[in-house]
């Protein structure tokens, strides 16, 4: 089992989330976050004021799912949230050791 966790821009969500559904992916967990990377932010004007924003609003998802899965999974968020410009997010990919349905005691595989 793996768990794949995408920084993504957040417009790009809808695009993403049909993208995983495509591929199989029965749930995801999407979590607004804030943060930048390379671009270190971006200056804004207010009422005649310039202000720099540091933290840009971005979208995390998180999925877990199964081994064989992982290139599929990996590849529909990457072409799907993709726009070629400075931002568009970063994919982390990880182990998972365990895995359990609260609800049922599940364990593992059966529990994704």
């Known amino acids: 089992m ?5 920084i ?18 029965q749930g995801i967990t999407v979590t607004e976050v804030r943060g930048f990377g390379r671009q270190k932010g971006h200056t804004e004007l207010y009422r005649g ?10 979208i995390k998802l998180e999925v877990a ?7 599929r999974v990996v ?12 931002g568009d997010g970063k994919i982390f990919v990880w182990q ?10 599940e364990l593992d595989a059966d529990a994704l």
Request: hydrophobic letters at 45%; charged letters at 30%; aromatic letters at 4%.
């Open 65 to 71: 799912i199964a081994d064989e899965q992982v290139e």
């Open 96 to 105: 998972l050791d365990r895995v359990v349905r609260i609800r049922t005691g």
């Open 8 to 25: 993504i821009k957040p417009f790009k969500l809808d695009d993403v989330r049909e993208a995983l559904a495509e591929v199989g992916v």
């Open 2 to 6: 793996q768990m794949v966790m995408a």
């Open 49 to 58: 004021a310039e202000y720099v924003v540091d933290f840009l609003p971005k």
């Open 75 to 86: 590849e529909a968020i990457s072409q799907s949230a993709n726009t070629g410009k400075i």
